[in-house]
Antibody
């Protein structure tokens, strides 16, 4: 069974950093692009960042560019999101999601994790 | 960045009725790289439609997608009780993937 499990969320003060992780299982992680999508409380979905299977293509939403860094460790079947200079508006449930087809970056997301919650507050 | 606008914001219907949801893009969506997702409270989004009109695995045929360019539609032919949820469109054809703000389908 394909599974994505996010972790690393928590309470953090504005201006501080946090690193999210997403552990993948049930598929050949190396072959698939991955994304982070967030959802603020009571709000809609916002794409945050994506990374291709070989890390050759990486993208960020304007709202996080320069503050967040996406990365992956294919040997550990893991996706990461390093979040620096956190703001109140970064508070959200963060989902990781898998792209549907091998080696494609520009493709839809077919499997989502349950998310990890980031709270930014002093 | 391609901005997606969804209408209406809320659709109040009864079970058995037809639902028509609209998604409009600020510029043409490359190769109809448009998807629709369903989200219920407390759950992760679920893929319904990709490529504007292809149903994902296991999605009932009462869900259909259409459109191209800048105008896309999700239709639910006969609403079942489990279909009351929020629906998001998403484009994945440009360097910044974007979602629409969502349409909530609730029970009238």
């Amino acid at each position: 069974e394909v599974q994505l499990v996010e972790s690393g969320g928590g309470l953090v003060q504005p201006g501080r950093s946090l690193r999210l992780s997403c552990a993948a299982s049930g598929f050949t992680f190396d072959d698939y692009a991955m994304h982070w999508v967030r959802q603020a409380p009571g709000k809609g979905l916002e794409w945050v960042s994506g990374i291709s299977w070989n890390s050759g293509s990486i993208g960020y939403a304007d709202s996080v560019k320069g503050r967040f860094t996406i990365s992956r460790d294919n040997a550990k079947n893991s996706l990461y999101l390093q979040m620096n200079s956190l703001r109140a508006e970064d508070m959200a449930l963060y989902y990781c999601a898998k792209v549907a087809f091998r080696y494609y970056y520009y493709y839809y997301m077919d499997v989502w994790g349950k998310g990890t919650t980031v709270t930014v507050s002093s | 960045e391609i901005v997606l606008t969804q209408s209406p914001g809320t659709l109040s219907l009864s079970p058995g009725e037809r639902a028509t949801l609209s998604c409009r893009a600020s510029q043409s969506v490359s190769s109809s790289y448009l998807a629709w997702y369903q989200q219920k409270p407390g759950q992760a989004p679920r893929l319904l439609i990709y490529g504007a009109s292809s149903r994902a695995t296991g999605i009932p045929d009462r869900f259909s997608g259409s459109g191209s360019g800048t105008d896309f539609t999700l239709t639910i032919s006969r609403l079942e009780p489990e279909d009351f949820a929020v629906y998001y469109c998403q484009q994945y054809g440009s360097s910044q993937f974007t979602f629409g703000p969502g349409t909530k389908v609730d029970i009238k």
